[in-house]
């Protein structure tokens, strides 16, 4: 038995990245964007970083003003990307941990060590009307220092999981799966709502999705790539058609 259909939210963050490296207008993140939506996407996920290596303040601009989808603004818990956040009041915002040297977002938020900021700065965003998530790992300790201070959603950090897929680790990668599933099942009895994401494939989205207590995935770097080689729509239908599947079967 499944909680409802399985979301997927796009993450557009690399459409920019290439953009950039040209110093050009093209490609649009917001074309990227719609063809999503047709594609099968529920949501579009962009990630506003403090030092704007990729999305920019004026794709935001653009998202809010061009999408149909909700829109997940990505953001550390940061006094700038609050006041951005709240001027443009997404459906949702994702808290996440964020490190200026970093390739990529690199585990999940630290929660319990700072609970009382949290708390204190996803209030306004609450009473804004959007949407908190949390971006943790799959941690007993975060995910209830996440429900205290009030967040509606978590995002478990699937990273490790995917690596050691990657890796040939296969008897972690099983460990790291039922840790995964455990705090799914734990996150989902405290009445949260629980997303999972990051480095997921079409290798290793099934086990994820097959998880009945998880009700979106957020996946973008991988989609990106493999728009390379097949196009974008059509490797966003595949990454659709895997999760339904495995949705179905579960």
Do not use: W
Not at 200 to 215: G, H, I, R, S
């Amino acid at each position: 038995m499944t909680d409802g259909k399985l979301r997927l939210g796009v993450n557009i963050d690399h459409v920019a990245t290439v953009r950039n490296a040209r110093g050009s207008a093209y490609p649009d993140p917001l074309r990227a964007a719609k063809i999503a939506e047709e594609a099968g996407a529920d949501g579009i996920t962009a990630h506003l970083r403090e030092d704007r290596r990729h999305i920019s303040d004026a794709d935001i601009e653009a998202l809010m003003d061009g999408l149909t989808l909700p829109l997940n603004f990505e953001m550390a818990a940061t006094d700038e990307m609050q006041k951005i956040a709240l001027r443009h009041k997404p459906h949702a915002v994702c808290i996440v941990p964020e490190k200026r040297e970093e390739r990529t977002t690199e585990g999940g938020l630290e929660v319990a060590r700072e609970e009382n900021k949290l708390a204190h700065f996803i209030a306004p965003l609450r009473e804004a009307g959007c949407r908190v998530s949390i971006f943790i790992a799959a941690d007993q300790r975060q995910i209830e220092a996440a429900h205290r201070i009030g967040a509606e959603v978590i995002e478990l950090h699937t990273g490790a999981y995917c690596d050691f897929h990657a890796e040939g680790a296969f008897d972690k990668r099983d460990a790291e799966l039922a840790r995964l599933t455990d705090m799914a099942t734990f996150g989902h009895s405290l009445g949260l709502e629980v997303h999972a994401g990051h480095g997921l494939t079409y290798d290793t989205v099934k086990p994820v999705a097959a998880l009945p207590q998880v009700m979106e995935l957020n996946i973008g770097h991988f989609l990106i790539g493999e728009a390379i080689f097949r196009g974008l729509d059509p490797a966003i239908r595949e990454m659709r058609r895997l999760m339904d599947e495995a949705r179905e079967t579960a």
